[in-house]
């Protein structure tokens, strides 16, 4: 918020990005922030059963029951298109509570909403029901988190400016304004409007796939461990599923509690910290264990660092990334409800 200078809507959509939405959204409550936006109904009342009352905005809901749950609780319902219309209207006469929602404009992602040209037949449509409030509108960029130079930025804001421009041609002023992700929010002023949707750099993980870690972020994710086994194995040895690893020389294994069940990747070039050190997985990662090769005998319980720093090594969300062959946010959603999280 001091950043941008603009009202922050946290995105704490797949559970904060398996961060843990409830103790994330506790925290962003704390310090001030305008709103929420989560992915499905459910995780809205998630929020809302535990002591959440700032709005929340759902980017999907599609069958009757979910956005009879979303009208009945007050959820922020994103209006991706004429054919949510008949369900709202369902949805007020079995509780005569109007629905209250964000229009949502495609200005090139080619996922949900409709085109900036159909946003003033969309809105018209809603007002006619008798039973919505229009209480903002929103994009979102495709590129811009890859790309601040690339040309569709430029045509995604001007069609999203059309569509504002469009409304207000029929007299319709939403309230909220967004259209800004985390990358726009800090790296493209003009797109800030007069609320920004923060998700990922909330987290302290790096927005921009262009540039270093900015400054003004924190890291907030330690992924820890400890081993659980250390044996020493003769040279030739067999590691593992499908035996793909043997041992050159007699060798110390170590094995730690944690595998794919737990969201950590097969991948073959693992690495872990151990005793300040980057140390080889090897073998194939098994569903709650892996192994490591040790450089000399460590004790069982020696602390492990999967994600995070330890002595003047670390290991980072972009480097899990790059090794997965996959996103910042799919690293860290990725890892699953039974790792336990602890909130410092």
């Known amino acids: 918020m001091e950043i941008t200078g603009t009202p922050v809507m946290a995105v704490v959509k797949a559970n904060a990005y398996g961060y843990g939405a ?6 962003a409550d704390e310090v001030g922030v305008d709103s929420f936006a989560v992915a499905r109904v459910q995780e809205g009342l998630t929020l809302l059963e535990n002591g959440i009352k700032k709005d929340i ?3 999907h809901a599609f069958s009757q029951e979910e956005i009879d749950a979303a009208v009945s609780n007050r959820l922020v319902l994103s209006l991706n298109g004429i054919e949510m219309l008949p369900k709202i209207e369902c949805s007020f006469r079995k509780f005569q509570i109007p629905a209250r929602i964000h229009l949502k404009v495609d200005t090139g992602m080619g996922r949900f909403g409709v085109f900036p040209e159909e946003i003033p037949s969309l809105a018209e449509a809603a007002m006619a029901t008798g039973c919505i409030q229009i209480e903002g509108i929103y994009s979102h960029y495709a590129n811009i988190d890859d790309d601040p130079d690339s040309p569709l930025n430029v045509i995604q804001k001007e069609r999203f400016e059309k569509s504002l421009d469009l409304l207000r041609s029929i007299n319709i002023y939403p309230a909220k304004i967004h259209c800004s992700n985390s990358a726009a929010a800090f790296n493209t002023p003009s797109s800030r409007y007069n609320l920004v949707r923060i998700g990922c750099a909330l987290l302290g993980v790096n927005p921009f796939y262009y540039e270093p870690f900015p400054s003004y972020l924190q890291r907030a994710l330690v992924w820890k461990t400890r081993l659980v086994s250390v044996r020493k194995l003769p040279a030739g040895y067999g590691i593992g599923y499908g035996q793909h690893f043997h041992l050159a020389e007699d060798s110390w294994i170590g094995v730690i509690p944690v595998g794919y069940g737990d969201g950590f990747r097969r991948m073959h070039d693992n690495v872990v910290l151990i005793g300040g050190k980057k140390i080889p997985v ?16 460590f004790p069982i319980g020696e602390e492990v660092i999967l994600l995070g720093k330890q002595g003047s090594e670390s290991i980072e969300v972009e480097d899990l990334a790059e090794r997965w062959h996959t996103t910042r946010a799919d690293v860290t959603t990725g890892i699953t409800d039974r790792v336990a999280r602890i909130y410092l």
């Open 57 to 59: 905005l759902v980017f």
């Open 282 to 297: 090897v073998g194939s990662v098994c569903t709650d264990a892996c192994m490591v090769l040790l450089p000399d005998y």
């Open 22 to 27: 409830v103790d994330v959204a506790r925290i």
